[in-house]
């Protein structure tokens, strides 16, 4: 299973922007798949996750701008992100899990077995 993730750029604060994350080799909707970010000399942050149900869940940090969803069809997943900071300037990986993860470890990038490669987002206040 690979997984690729693209749609990074620099942006102003308040602007939006769309990642995507696409899985190879695997069928996306069988897959819970997150999104995480980091920042320089931080660690990496859980942002978001979509399960095989299509439930999301969201970090404290990014509630009410950022959303998750899936195309199924398309194996790809979706990270809208609305009302840019600068704070969210990162790079923001995917990442999937089989259906191992237990919903009290959603957070824990550790939980994940699949990594993408990782797309830089900077947001200039």
């Known amino acids: 299973v690979q997984l690729q993730a693209y749609g990074g750029g620099f942006v102003q604060a308040g602007d939006s922007l769309r990642l995507s994350c696409t899985i190879s080799?695997?069928?996306?909707?069988?897959?819970?798949m997150a999104w995480f970010r980091q920042a320089p000399g931080k660690e990496r942050e859980f942002v978001a996750a979509?399960?095989?149900?299509?439930?999301?869940y969201y970090g404290d940090s990014v509630k009410g701008r950022f959303t998750i969803s899936r195309d199924k069809a398309k194996n790809t997943m979706y990270l809208q992100m609305n009302s840019l900071r600068s704070d969210d300037t990162a790079v923001y990986y995917c990442?999937?899990?089989?259906?191992?993860?237990?919903?009290?470890?959603?957070?824990?990038?550790?939980?994940?077995?699949?990594w993408g490669q990782g797309t830089q987002v900077t947001v200039s206040s």
């Open positions: 080799g695997g069928t996306s909707s069988n897959y819970n």
């Open positions: 979509i399960w095989r149900t299509a439930n999301p």
């Open positions: 990442a999937a899990d089989p259906g191992r993860i237990i919903m009290s470890s959603i957070r824990w990038a550790q939980s994940y077995d699949y």
